[in-house]
Protein backbone atom coordinates (compact mmCIF):
# COMPACT_ATOMS: atom_id res chain seq x y z
CA UNK A 1 0.00 0.00 0.00
CA UNK A 2 1.55 3.30 -1.12
CA UNK A 3 0.41 6.67 -0.53
CA UNK A 4 -2.25 5.96 2.28
CA UNK A 5 -3.36 9.71 3.26
CA UNK A 6 -6.51 9.78 6.20
CA UNK A 7 -7.41 11.49 8.85
CA UNK A 8 -4.63 10.76 11.94
CA UNK A 9 -7.35 8.83 13.93
CA UNK A 10 -8.02 6.72 10.79
CA UNK A 11 -4.35 6.06 9.99
CA UNK A 12 -3.89 4.92 13.59
CA UNK A 13 -6.89 2.56 13.22
CA UNK A 14 -5.53 1.11 10.36
CA UNK A 15 -2.10 0.34 11.78
CA UNK A 16 -3.57 -1.09 14.34
CA UNK A 17 -4.86 -3.64 12.01
CA UNK A 18 -1.97 -4.91 11.04
CA UNK A 19 -1.73 -6.83 14.63
CA UNK A 20 -4.26 -9.47 12.76
CA UNK A 21 -3.36 -9.69 9.25
CA UNK A 22 -1.60 -13.17 8.71
CA UNK A 23 1.44 -12.79 6.61
CA UNK A 24 3.47 -16.28 6.85
CA UNK A 25 3.58 -16.25 3.02
CA UNK A 26 4.26 -12.56 1.78
CA UNK A 27 6.63 -12.00 -0.22
CA UNK A 28 6.94 -8.61 -1.06
CA UNK A 29 5.45 -5.34 0.84
CA UNK A 30 5.53 -1.70 -0.40
CA UNK A 31 4.95 0.94 2.37
CA UNK A 32 6.29 3.90 0.69
CA UNK A 33 5.42 7.35 2.14
CA UNK A 34 3.17 5.99 4.88
CA UNK A 35 3.14 6.39 8.55
CA UNK A 36 5.39 3.77 10.19
CA UNK A 37 4.67 2.27 14.09
CA UNK A 38 5.54 -0.41 16.35
CA UNK A 39 2.72 -2.20 14.57
CA UNK A 40 4.15 -2.21 11.38
CA UNK A 41 7.46 -3.06 12.30
CA UNK A 42 6.21 -6.02 14.30
CA UNK A 43 4.24 -7.52 11.40
CA UNK A 44 7.12 -7.40 9.46
CA UNK A 45 8.95 -9.48 11.73
CA UNK A 46 6.53 -11.68 11.45
CA UNK A 47 6.81 -12.25 7.85
CA UNK A 48 9.54 -15.17 7.34
CA UNK A 49 9.57 -15.36 4.00
CA UNK A 50 9.78 -11.91 3.01
CA UNK A 51 12.43 -11.25 -0.16
CA UNK A 52 11.44 -7.80 -1.56
CA UNK A 53 10.33 -4.53 1.00
CA UNK A 54 10.34 -1.25 -0.31
CA UNK A 55 9.96 2.24 1.60
CA UNK A 56 10.10 5.58 0.79
CA UNK A 57 10.52 8.95 2.53
CA UNK A 58 9.17 7.19 5.79
CA UNK A 59 12.25 5.50 7.15
CA UNK A 60 13.94 8.64 9.02
CA UNK A 61 14.37 10.13 12.72
CA UNK A 62 12.07 12.83 13.68
CA UNK A 63 12.18 15.01 17.00
CA UNK A 64 8.57 12.93 17.86
CA UNK A 65 10.30 9.36 17.01
CA UNK A 66 13.58 7.16 16.66
CA UNK A 67 12.30 5.24 13.42
CA UNK A 68 15.94 3.91 11.46
CA UNK A 69 17.19 2.71 15.14
CA UNK A 70 13.89 0.56 15.84
CA UNK A 71 13.81 -0.47 11.82
CA UNK A 72 17.29 -2.12 11.95
CA UNK A 73 16.16 -3.91 15.00
CA UNK A 74 13.78 -6.11 13.28
CA UNK A 75 16.28 -6.72 10.23
CA UNK A 76 17.76 -9.93 11.84
CA UNK A 77 14.45 -11.02 11.36
CA UNK A 78 13.86 -10.87 8.34
CA UNK A 79 16.01 -13.76 6.95
CA UNK A 80 14.73 -14.35 3.49
CA UNK A 81 15.22 -10.84 2.34
CA UNK A 82 16.95 -9.96 -0.49
CA UNK A 83 16.25 -6.52 -2.37
CA UNK A 84 15.74 -3.23 0.51
CA UNK A 85 14.27 0.03 -0.99
CA UNK A 86 15.30 3.03 1.79
CA UNK A 87 14.74 5.87 -0.21
CA UNK A 88 14.41 9.46 1.32
CA UNK A 89 11.58 11.66 0.30
CA UNK A 90 12.58 16.01 0.65
CA UNK A 91 13.32 16.72 4.13
CA UNK A 92 12.67 12.63 4.92
CA UNK A 93 16.12 11.50 4.71
CA UNK A 94 18.19 9.03 6.48
CA UNK A 95 21.28 11.38 6.74
CA UNK A 96 23.97 10.73 9.12
CA UNK A 97 21.66 7.69 11.08
CA UNK A 98 22.49 5.19 7.77
CA UNK A 99 26.33 4.65 9.23
CA UNK A 100 25.12 5.32 12.68
CA UNK A 101 22.07 3.12 13.03
CA UNK A 102 20.79 1.44 9.86
CA UNK A 103 24.49 -0.13 8.52
CA UNK A 104 24.78 -2.51 11.56
CA UNK A 105 21.06 -3.86 10.86
CA UNK A 106 21.95 -4.06 7.09
CA UNK A 107 25.21 -6.49 7.36
CA UNK A 108 22.55 -8.96 9.65
CA UNK A 109 20.41 -9.93 6.47
CA UNK A 110 22.57 -12.52 5.19
CA UNK A 111 20.69 -12.80 1.53
CA UNK A 112 20.89 -9.32 0.90
CA UNK A 113 21.47 -8.71 -2.59
CA UNK A 114 20.13 -5.32 -3.75
CA UNK A 115 20.07 -2.05 -1.66
CA UNK A 116 18.80 1.09 -2.71
CA UNK A 117 19.60 4.30 -0.59
CA UNK A 118 18.74 6.59 -2.67
CA UNK A 119 17.87 10.20 -1.82
CA UNK A 120 18.75 10.22 1.57
CA UNK A 121 21.81 13.23 2.15
CA UNK A 122 24.15 10.15 3.04
CA UNK A 123 27.53 11.89 3.43
CA UNK A 124 31.23 10.89 2.35
CA UNK A 125 31.72 9.43 5.44
CA UNK A 126 28.61 7.22 5.21
CA UNK A 127 29.47 6.04 1.76
CA UNK A 128 33.09 5.27 3.06
CA UNK A 129 31.42 3.00 6.17
CA UNK A 130 29.89 1.43 3.54
CA UNK A 131 33.08 0.65 1.91
CA UNK A 132 34.22 -0.60 5.54
CA UNK A 133 31.16 -2.42 6.18
CA UNK A 134 31.17 -4.18 2.31
CA UNK A 135 32.75 -7.24 3.41
CA UNK A 136 30.18 -8.64 5.57
CA UNK A 137 27.70 -7.73 2.88
CA UNK A 138 28.51 -10.85 1.31
CA UNK A 139 26.15 -11.21 -1.21
CA UNK A 140 25.16 -7.70 -1.84
CA UNK A 141 25.55 -7.37 -6.27
CA UNK A 142 23.74 -4.25 -6.63
CA UNK A 143 23.39 -1.19 -5.06
CA UNK A 144 21.97 2.35 -5.94
CA UNK A 145 22.60 5.45 -4.21
CA UNK A 146 22.29 8.16 -6.38
CA UNK A 147 20.96 11.73 -4.68
CA UNK A 148 23.24 12.14 -1.71
CA UNK A 149 25.59 14.27 0.29
CA UNK A 150 28.55 13.85 -1.88
CA UNK A 151 31.47 16.27 -1.84
CA UNK A 152 33.73 14.54 -4.25
CA UNK A 153 34.27 11.19 -6.32
CA UNK A 154 36.16 9.46 -3.64
CA UNK A 155 34.21 7.79 -1.66
CA UNK A 156 32.47 6.43 -5.03
CA UNK A 157 36.05 5.63 -6.39
CA UNK A 158 36.67 3.93 -2.89
CA UNK A 159 33.66 1.75 -2.56
CA UNK A 160 34.11 0.65 -6.68
CA UNK A 161 38.28 -0.18 -5.60
CA UNK A 162 37.03 -2.66 -2.72
CA UNK A 163 34.58 -4.55 -4.36
CA UNK A 164 37.42 -5.05 -6.53
CA UNK A 165 39.89 -5.77 -4.03
CA UNK A 166 37.27 -8.13 -2.17
CA UNK A 167 36.80 -10.05 -5.78
CA UNK A 168 33.16 -9.12 -5.64
CA UNK A 169 30.49 -8.50 -8.53
CA UNK A 170 29.18 -4.82 -7.19
CA UNK A 171 26.65 -3.35 -9.59
CA UNK A 172 26.44 0.18 -8.68
CA UNK A 173 23.97 2.63 -10.12
CA UNK A 174 25.41 5.35 -12.09
CA UNK A 175 25.12 8.53 -9.39
CA UNK A 176 23.93 11.10 -12.56
CA UNK A 177 22.47 13.83 -10.13
CA UNK A 178 25.26 13.74 -8.09
CA UNK A 179 27.85 14.25 -10.46
CA UNK A 180 25.72 16.62 -11.99
CA UNK A 181 25.69 18.41 -9.18
CA UNK A 182 29.67 18.13 -8.38
CA UNK A 183 30.15 19.49 -12.16
CA UNK A 184 28.32 22.49 -11.43
CA UNK A 185 29.69 23.40 -7.98
CA UNK A 186 33.23 22.39 -10.47
CA UNK A 187 34.53 20.10 -7.73
CA UNK A 188 35.07 17.40 -10.55
CA UNK A 189 36.90 16.70 -13.66
CA UNK A 190 35.74 15.05 -16.68
CA UNK A 191 39.05 12.50 -16.43
CA UNK A 192 38.09 12.00 -12.92
CA UNK A 193 34.28 11.10 -14.21
CA UNK A 194 35.71 9.14 -16.83
CA UNK A 195 37.93 7.07 -14.46
CA UNK A 196 35.05 6.47 -12.41
CA UNK A 197 33.07 4.61 -15.06
CA UNK A 198 35.70 2.03 -15.74
CA UNK A 199 36.36 1.83 -11.93
CA UNK A 200 32.50 0.98 -11.99
CA UNK A 201 32.22 -1.36 -14.65
CA UNK A 202 35.49 -3.35 -13.53
CA UNK A 203 33.77 -3.95 -9.80
CA UNK A 204 30.27 -4.79 -11.72
CA UNK A 205 32.36 -7.78 -13.39
CA UNK A 206 34.16 -8.29 -10.67
CA UNK A 207 38.12 -8.28 -11.88
CA UNK A 208 40.68 -6.63 -11.54
CA UNK A 209 42.52 -4.04 -12.88
CA UNK A 210 46.30 -2.78 -12.51
CA UNK A 211 48.29 0.17 -14.48
CA UNK A 212 51.96 -0.77 -14.65
CA UNK A 213 53.91 -1.07 -11.76
CA UNK A 214 51.40 -1.12 -9.23
CA UNK A 215 49.91 -3.46 -7.00
CA UNK A 216 46.57 -4.61 -5.03
CA UNK A 217 46.69 -5.82 -1.55
CA UNK A 218 43.50 -8.20 -0.21
CA UNK A 219 41.83 -8.05 2.86
CA UNK A 220 43.39 -11.60 3.54
CA UNK A 221 47.18 -10.05 3.06
CA UNK A 222 47.58 -11.52 -0.73
CA UNK A 223 49.29 -8.95 -2.63
CA UNK A 224 48.30 -9.10 -6.67
CA UNK A 225 51.33 -7.65 -8.44
CA UNK A 226 50.36 -5.76 -12.04
CA UNK A 227 53.98 -6.85 -13.86
CA UNK A 228 52.14 -11.00 -13.41
CA UNK A 229 48.96 -10.69 -12.28
CA UNK A 230 48.71 -14.48 -12.35
CA UNK A 231 50.93 -14.79 -9.46
CA UNK A 232 49.94 -14.26 -5.39
CA UNK A 233 52.33 -13.66 -2.87
CA UNK A 234 52.10 -13.18 0.40
CA UNK A 235 52.25 -10.05 2.18
CA UNK A 236 53.88 -11.43 5.32
CA UNK A 237 56.69 -12.63 2.87
CA UNK A 238 57.75 -8.93 1.39
Not at 13 to 39: P, V, Y
Not at 83 to 88: A, H, K, P, T
Not at 102 to 120: A, R, V
Not at 129 to 147: A, G, P
Request: overall charge negative; charged content about 25%; proline content about 2%.
Amino acid sequence: CDKYHDEDQEIDDAMANFQNISCEKLLEFSWRKNKIDTNLLNFLKRCPKLEKLIFEGNVYNSEEESIVDKFAAILPSLESLTSLYVCGYKKCVLGNDFETQLLDGLKKLPKLTCLDISNNSISDQGINSLVFSLKELSNLTHIILDNNAITSLDPLMKLAEKAIQLHKKLSISWPANDIKSLLRDQKVEDSEISNLRGKFKFASEGSINLSNNSAITLDDGVVIDAKNSSSVKNKAAL
